[in-house]
């Protein structure tokens, strides 16, 4: 099933949401573009991202870009251009925001260029898994400001203060290799592997006790902000939640399977 978001609003790009099974895959689809992200795509990946978090049969999130040649090359400079009030700007909608706060496991497969917003919606993805011809970039400052959707906060997390350095501060991207070697990308694969090798691990996780996957993802994420102590307390809480859920059950019982099948 597809689900075309905003269209009549942007003639030359959509949001597009497709399903399989427990997977919804988000398609920021202005590929004559590289995907740069309107004010209209904005309000449709925001629509997209809520209905999904209150769809309950949606276990697992992937988020891509259309066609080869850039997975999102952030903010429509047209659009950019056009801001006459601040305050109006100020209140935007944050579109790496709304992807970062789903609760369910989002994967990022990107391909092609990757830069300003669109590195800052991968950043809020909870994996990502980058083709041979991903080029990523933080390039704001080149133009003359700071990136607004959390790459200098979450770069230095994941890649170190230094290299989250040299990328904000340096502008240049970094091809798929170097972004694997620095962690901030978990995998590259060869481009014409990469849907099929995201839908794999999607679906994997999709297949676990959606309690289970979100309580993993609730106590890590915690991790980025809280201090040890509470961490763990946190942690613990959602371990104790876990342990009432049916999954938990089956999980013990398909365990116990294995075992006595000698596996």
Known sequence: MTMDAHDQEAPDGAVRVDYE??????????????????????????EACAALERDDGVRVVVITGGGEKA??????????GEI???????????????????RKPVIASLRGWVLGGGLEIALA?????????????????????VGGG??????????????????LLGGEPVDADAALRMGLVEEVVAD????AHVAALAARIAGFSPIA???????TRAALSMPLEAGLRHENELHVICMAD??????????????????
């Open 21 to 46: 099974g427990a997977v919804a895959r988000i398609v920021l689809d202005r590929p004559r573009k590289h995907n740069a992200i309107t004010p209209a795509m904005a309000r449709a990946l925001s």
């Open 71 to 80: 997975f999102s090359a952030g903010s429509d400079m047209n659009a950019l």
């Open 84 to 102: 006459t009030d601040i305050w109006a700007f100020r209140n935007r909608i944050e579109y790496a925001a709304v992807v970062r706060d789903l």
């Open 125 to 145: 993805a909870d994996i990502r898994i980058a083709a041979a011809s991903a080029r990523l970039g933080a390039p704001e400052v080149t133009r003359g400001w």
């Open 150 to 167: 959390g790459a200098s906060q979450m770069l230095p997390r994941l890649v170190g203060y230094g290299q989250a350095m040299r990328l």
């Open 192 to 195: 014409d592997m990469l849907d």
């Open 213 to 219: 996957t979100q309580a993993v993802k609730a106590a």
């Open 246 to 263: 049916q999954g938990r059950l089956d999980g013990i019982s398909a365990f116990k399977a294995r075992r006595d099948a000698g596996a």
